[in-house]
């Protein structure tokens, strides 16, 4: 198992160094991992002037997974765009072709008090969205601002899907579903938008080869209204770029602690991209303040999707559970009778836990 580390800027190194020691746990107990530290973003601007340098690109290339902690600070939002720490992200996701994006949104029972939801709505909660990353109307062309027939300035962007996109995501999340309780909700806006009318037809053909998943269809403004009103009804949902971007953060915030939600990014062989779903936190960083545990949890996805460890991943996702119900909390999920600890003693228990 060769896996790239990224640790990337602000909390980035923090949390991944907490993400190294359990790897390195599992390590010392037999799993066969090779690691190597590259560099992404602002810190790879610093050391090569640039955000996604040749050296990271080759070592990327080379490994079987990709893990990443964030990108981006203040000290970099003056650089012209190309050499933006973002600009990293959207080249490394863009080099490996990653285009099934993993978001799941899990309540840990412990934590249902965080979410601005009524704990009865959202305690158990358990949703994967799966969103397709490099199509629809983010990328399609024609795109841009123009001045029109008749004089007046205008802009457009293009809904676009092919139908090798579709098949495509809607096979690996029906794959996803497979290994959850086999239930795929699909998100369109097909009584409006001819894009998404298609998007249907294939997702349902795609069904016929998963005879053994449940699949429904939901328009997208439905779907937003029943995350908040009825978000246990979902288990699996795959949806376009841009209804996902949309709905993977209301998802995300069902459970109100971003420190919390690991996501991954993967390609057609499933060599993925693990990131936590926060950005850099540079108002905490170098303070031992941060959340390990999204990163941690972005370490069990990768053991469960790109090296078909199940068992290993749950053993990492039952540490974490261990970690929470010992009433352990970083600053971000503290509530008041639990234990605030460190980002280094966060990481320090569930090596524990382990
Ligand atoms: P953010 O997610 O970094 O922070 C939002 C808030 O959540 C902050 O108060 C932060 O302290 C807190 N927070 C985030 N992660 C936490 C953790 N693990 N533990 C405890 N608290 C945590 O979002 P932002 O402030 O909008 O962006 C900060 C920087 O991160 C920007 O430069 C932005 O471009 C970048 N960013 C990067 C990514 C990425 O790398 N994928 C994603 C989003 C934002």
């Not at 139908?163 to 290994?179: D, L, N, Q, W, Y």
């Not at 998100?187 to 938008?193: E, G, I, S, T």
């Not at 420190?259 to 936190?281: I, Q, T």
Request: glycine letters at 8%; a negative charge.
């Amino acid at each position: 198992m060769k896996i790239a580390i990224l640790p990337g800027d602000g909390i980035g190194p923090e949390i991944v160094a907490q993400a190294c020691r359990v790897l390195e746990a599992l390590r010392s107990d037999g799993l066969p991992v090779e690691t190597e530290h590259g560099v992404l973003g602002g810190a790879a601007y610093d050391r090569h002037g640039e955000p996604y340098p040749e050296a990271t690109r080759r070592l990327v290339h080379a490994a079987d997974a990709v893990l990443l902690g964030a990108v981006g600070g203040p000290q970099y939002d003056k650089l012209d765009r190309p050499l933006r720490p973002e600009r990293g992200l959207l080249a490394i996701r863009k080099d490996l072709n990653l285009f099934a994006n993993l978001r799941p949104a899990l309540l840990y029972p412990e934590l249902a008090g965080a979410s601005t939801l009524k704990p009865e709505v959202v305690a158990g909660l358990d949703i994967m969205i799966v969103r397709e990353l490099t199509g629809d109307i983010y990328f399609g062309q024609p795109r841009g601002i123009a001045v029109n027939e008749l004089g007046e300035r205008e802009a457009y962007n293009t809904m676009r899907y092919s139908e090798s996109e579709v098949r495509r995501i809607a096979r690996v999340a029906f794959g996803i579903a497979m290994k959850r309780s086999r239930r795929l909700c699909s998100v369109d806006k097909a009584n409006v938008l001819e894009t998404t009318e298609f998007w249907k037809e294939i997702v349902t053909d795609v069904g016929r080869e998963f005879p053994e998943v449940e699949l429904s269809h939901m328009y997208v403004d439905n779907a937003a209204m029943q995350l908040v009103r009825n978000p246990k009804q979902f288990d699996v949902m795959v949806t376009g770029n841009i209804f996902g971007d949309i709905l993977s953060d209301e998802a995300s915030m069902l459970t109100g602690s971003i420190g919390m939600l690991p996501s991954a990014s993967l390609d057609e062989n499933n060599k993925g991209l693990y990131e936590p779903s926060h950005g850099s936190a540079p108002d905490i960083a170098g303070r031992d303040l941060a959340n390990p545990l999204a990163t941690i949890l972005s370490l069990a996805m990768m053991l469960r999707y790109s090296f078909n460890r199940d068992d290993v991943a749950t053993r990492v996702e039952s540490a974490v559970k261990k970690v929470l119900a010992a009433g352990l909390r970083t600053a971000d999920i503290y509530q008041p009778g639990c234990e605030k600890v460190s980002c280094t003693a966060m990481g320090d228990a569930v090596v524990a836990a382990l």
